[in-house]
């Protein structure tokens, strides 16, 4: 059985390792949904002692200025994978680091805070892995100038990644933020997954 779950588990980051682009989403319409590339690239199994990685999230006219970055640490959870996520202190020092890995090698474990209440739960649904945050809607964001509670859904496969973030206000839980036009769909442009530690 743990087999099983630790199979799932680095199917998953192998899945979720590379650089992701909706190119053919913003092609088709423009004026709903811009380009963007979402990277997610694994870091070195000391970092948690368990398999990790940094993530950004970039327009792509602008690659080298991420409007979100974050680091994720994967935990095996019976039938559940549980991603907790993680802060960056000063983000803007290791922007880019999703591309050139002599910046990444400059992210150490006290240069991150624990993003508490925002993890991610994923479980396997076939070929794909379906993902959301965990439940309480207690992952709190300000936005406009409103207390929101995020939603995130996420879907996985080896090739594509699906993602729909909103920002629900805490009071009448109406949507504050986050796209009117539906998921986000990826592609995936190129594989890290050589670099997922299988150790």
Known sequence: MNSVKSNDLITLAQWMAGDFSNYKQSYDKPQQFAHIHILFR???????????????????????????????????????IYIENYSLNDPVQYAGAARELSILKTIKPDCIQRRYN??????????????????????LIEKRGCSTYLISDVEITETTWGSLDRGMDVNTHQ??????????WFEKRQSFAAEVPLV
């Open 42 to 80: 694994p870091l070195p199994f000391e970092f948690f002692n368990a398999i990790g990685f940094y993530s950004e999230q970039v327009y792509d006219h602008d690659l080298w200025t991420p409007y979100r970055q974050g680091v994720h640490k994967l935990i095996d959870q019976d039938s559940q």
């Open 118 to 139: 925002c993890s991610m739960v994923f479980e396997r649904d076939g070929e794909m892995f379906r993902g959301s945050v965990e439940p309480g809607n207690q992952c």
């Open 175 to 184: 949507q504050i933020w986050g796209s009117d036009n539906g998921s986000l």
